[in-house]
């Protein structure tokens, strides 16, 4: 059983539409990380969380971190064919532990 | 430039016949780490380095050892390596293990036993 659930497994978008995938645990991390990861490469951290309901942006990119920290959502505006990836989440309870994974597809 | 180093990248070998992968990092990075990474479940830690001499498990450490002699290096050592080790393997490192750090992973390495 994984401590983190990604969903959805997989998504497929045209260019140009939205999309957000959710990470969600019956635990309450201390911290929270995402990280996107290209085929034949390693993960690459795209943020890190640490409050309750804290936001972050990275340009079309918007972080959340749940009011009671045990769930995340990544939302990504107006997707380009340079965001398809594996993306990661990974939260620390007493150590990090990785979610499976939602592979994101955007058609040109 | 700052990197995480694996080799090889691909491996194809038998059961039974003991294999090394290397791990090598630039940054002076403190803390260092093995993952395992199969279809459907992510990514599993199999074993973790604090510091020089300082390794723990992780979740899946059976059938692997490694060594931490150096603070650059961390070798994932299969002694006798079965199919179901079997994966894509990476390194990562970072200046301490708290969560909250940026966390630096290799470019994996593909392992297929025979």
């Known amino acids: 059983t994984q401590l983190l659930e990604q969903s959805p497994q997989f998504l497929s978008i045209q260019e140009g539409e939205n999309l957000t995938v959710y990470c969600n645990s019956s635990?309450?991390?201390?911290?929270l990380q995402w990280y996107r990861q290209e085929p034949g490469e390693g993960p690459v951290l795209l943020v890190t969380?640490?409050?309750?309901?804290e936001v972050k942006k990275l340009k079309r990119l918007t972080f959340q971190f749940g009011d009671a920290r045990k769930d995340s959502s990544l939302h990504i505006t107006a997707a380009q064919p340079g965001d398809t990836g594996l993306y990661l989440c990974?939260?620390?309870?007493?150590?990090?532990?990785f979610g499976a994974g939602t592979t994101v597809t955007v058609r040109a | 430039e700052a990197q995480v180093t694996q080799n090889p990248r691909y491996l194809i070998t038998v059961t039974g016949k003991k294999l090394t992968v290397t791990c090598s990092q630039n940054?002076?990075?403190?803390?260092m780490s093995w993952y395992r990474q199969d279809p459907g479940l992510g990514l599993r830690q199999i074993y973790y380095?604090?510091?020089?001499?300082?390794?723990d498990k992780g979740d899946v450490p059976e059938g692997y050892k490694v060594s931490r002699k150096e603070k650059r290096n961390f070798p994932l050592i299969l002694e006798s390596p079965s199919p179901n080790q079997t994966s894509l393997y990476f390194c990562?490192?970072?200046?301490?293990?708290?969560?909250?750090?940026?966390?630096?992973f290799g470019p994996g390495t593909r392992l297929l036993v025979l």
């Open positions: 990562a490192s970072s200046r301490k293990g708290t969560g909250v750090e940026t966390q630096y």
């Open positions: 635990s309450v991390f201390s911290s």
């Open positions: 969380v640490v409050t309750g309901g």
């Open positions: 990974a939260g620390r309870v007493y150590k990090l532990s």
């Open positions: 940054m002076n990075h403190e803390y």
């Open positions: 380095s604090m510091n020089v001499e300082v390794t």
